[in-house]
């Protein structure tokens, strides 16, 4: 099965802007999804497909692709916005899906 | 509203057994790909079953042949029967809708809606 690898920790001062990225030989083929998860809460979609927001999704989300890497950017950090983000997407046989290991963000 | 509400956590013995529950609301859970994902108390997202809306079933290698999905249409529900459990299966599982488009980019999907998550915890 594939394999999706984050950076475990990144921070970023407060209005600044930071980018998560992760990386695997499907996102190749499947773009990735994104996923907000706070302390004790149920993981959230905040980005998926080319750069698609849910609604509800503050516009300072935003998605990107090149080749194996996928990138999730947050364009002027808010507090709210320190969590723990994780990739998705099908596997490199279709049938499975993958998670990547998760990037905790902390806001400065 | 759209909804999914787990239930069926608990404790149980390694080698037991254990089934849970995934009740849908505002959409029919038939009619979608639907999901279980797992996760570890401190660790990650772990991606563990998907039925598609035509009956097909997978698996990922942590959970195979232990490990069944299911749905039972009149009841908009989703299940997880969960056979000869381990340590490492204790975790808090999610049930979570697939909605899947295509678009000029081709094919795409996501999670896009998640259950609250029921714990599970396998321990003597």
Redesign the interface.
Known sequence: ?SELTQDPAVSVALGQTVRITCQGDSLRS??A?W?Q?KPGQ????VI???N?R?SGIPDRFSGSSSGNTASLTITGAQAEDEA?Y?C?S?DSSG????????TKLTVL | EVQLVESGGGLVQPGGSLRLSCAASGFTVSSNYM?W?RQAPGK????VS?IYSGG?T?Y??SVKGRFTISRHNSKNTLYLQMNSLRAEDTAVY?CAR?SY?Y?S?G??????I????TMVTVSS
């Open positions: 099965s499947y773009y999804s996923y998860q149920a993981p959230v979609l998926y497909g080319k698609n849910p723990d994780y998705n099908r049938n499975l899906w993958v998670f990547g290991g998760g | 999901s994902v990650g997202l772990e991606w998907v097909s997978y990922a290698d999610y697939i488009y678009d980019s094919y795409n999907d996501a999670f896009d998640w259950g609250q998550g």
